[in-house]
């Protein structure tokens, strides 16, 4: 198993289309006329290049029932949403820009109206689709009487699939090739911590026997994630420890907390290269946490200079703010409305906006350090300097949190200053940072 070529240079954009389109909270009903709004996300592909991404990280697209990952029909869009053709006309142009397309499997749960679920529901313990979820029947089961059912993590609208029952990796497995063979380029495999590997491996397994360029990464919050990844047959997931670190150390000035996920994050290297992100759909905006700070762009800074497979959310490339709720409709905040086209953009954002520009342009020059390594050369609260490298090149990186300047030691090989604010001496080994500074530094041209 090898992850395919092209995910050494991809920048995911991640996008969720329901809140990105403006699309209503839940499904019309039956009858109701399908909204043709991908066109929407369509016209934004020029400004996801301009970026400087290469990737168009989808959320949900398929119909649901409210929020996309309650999910009811595996091979339609979401009617909301558009058709299939309009799904084609966003892959094809998606891919006329050189961007990649990943898909956001549900492949843990479903809505209590996909079909499977109904017919079981229906049919009772003899349907053909019983087995594929964890119903408990009541003695003496008569049609209509509603049985317990296992859901995911007690939202009980969230019906869980039986991934010991082998009609069911069939079917994901079927839906996954279905998509692949309409153009997407690989899957995010939504709550994959919550399946067992067993059943990612061998869908992965029949997947790859007629995709083998797709990519699969698995959404994974904690835990032993390489044996997660080996055991499941996948190339990634997400890196959950590193964004807790990056924002955490940042906001509470303690870059301790990052130099420890920095020395798990080579661990994991040595098996997998992690997906690596400092916002998503389901956590509070990175500018909530940390633009009042004036250490935003740190956060960038790390996300595009360290190893991994950087992705940036929708919006935080415009200092969009958001707070994540624990409550119905907690994740409106994060999930918003974007304008017709980016003409429409405040011109607030943009100051930022050109940083993630800047930045990923470095990150694509040396595209070398998404496999790479870090190591710290000097630590303390608020200043760091790491290097990033592997066996024939070098990055390092220094950073200040104070409210003053400061003089730091870097390595004698960082010699000329990339991006950033700082001052090398004349004859190297030391580097003046103003107050919240940051430089990225190379080895001398």
Not at 302 to 326: H, N
Request: charged residues 20%; glycine residues 8%.
């Amino acid at each position: 198993m090898t992850t395919p070529d092209w995910v050494d240079h991809v920048v995911w954009w991640q996008v969720y289309p329901l809140g990105f389109t403006g699309a209503e909270q839940a499904a019309p009903e039956t009858d109701a006329p399908v909204r043709h709004r991908l066109p929407h996300l369509t016209a934004w592909l020029d400004y996801l290049v301009e970026m400087g991404a290469s990737g168009l990280a989808l959320g949900p697209v398929f119909a649901s029932e409210t929020h996309g990952y309650d999910t009811t029909d595996y091979y339609h869009i979401d009617p909301r949403l558009g058709d299939d053709a309009d799904f084609d006309e966003l892959v094809r142009e998606a891919h006329a820009r050189g961007i990649r397309v990943l898909l956001d499997g549900v492949f843990n749960h479903t809505g209590r109206s996909f079909a499977p679920f109904r017919q079981a529901l229906e049919q009772g313990p003899e349907a053909s689709t019983a087995d594929w979820f964890g119903i408990t029947w009541p003695e003496g089961w008569t049609p209509g009487t509603e049985p317990d059912y296992a859901d995911f993590e007690g939202h009980h609208h969230l019906v869980a699939l039986n991934h010991a029952e082998p009609a069911v990796a069939d079917f994901v497995a079927d839906v996954m090739k279905h998509w692949l063979g309409r153009g997407a380029d690989g899957w995010r495999l939504d709550a994959a911590y919550a399946v067992p590997s067993p059943f990612w491996a061998a869908v992965l397994d029949n997947v790859r026997s007629e995709f083998p360029d797709a990519y699969f990464v698995g959404e994974y919050i904690h835990g032993d994630y390489p044996a997660d990844v080996l055991a499941g047959h996948l190339d990634a997931v997400t890196q959950y420890e590193l964004w807790k670190a990056v924002w955490s150390s940042l906001a509470e000035a303690n870059f301790y907390e990052l130099a420890a996920a920095l020395e798990r994050h080579n661990t994991f290297l040595d098996t997998f290269v992690p997906l690596t992100f400092i916002g998503n759909h389901d956590v509070t905006r990175i500018a909530s946490r940390l633009d009042p700070s004036g250490r935003l762009a740190h956060a960038l800074v790390l996300l595009f200079t360290l190893p991994g497979t950087p992705v940036v959310y929708y919006g935080d490339e415009q200092g969009y703010r958001g707070i994540k709720e624990d409550r119905a409709g907690g994740d409106d905040d994060i999930r918003p409305s974007f304008p017709a086209s980016p003409d429409e953009l405040s011109a607030i954002g943009q100051p930022l906006y050109h940083l993630h520009q800047e930045l990923i342009g470095l990150r694509r020059r040396h595209h070398w350090v998404h496999a790479a390594r870090a190591r710290v050369h000097s630590l303390s609260n608020e200043q760091l300097v790491y290097e990033v490298y592997d066996a024939g090149h070098s990055l390092f990186v220094a950073m200040n949190l104070a409210d003053t300047s400061v003089t730091v030691q870097v390595p004698a090989a960082a010699r000329d200053v990339l991006a950033g604010a700082g001052g090398l001496d004349g004859t190297g080994g030391r580097l003046a940072l103003p107050a919240s500074g940051w430089a990225v530094l190379g080895p001398a041209s």
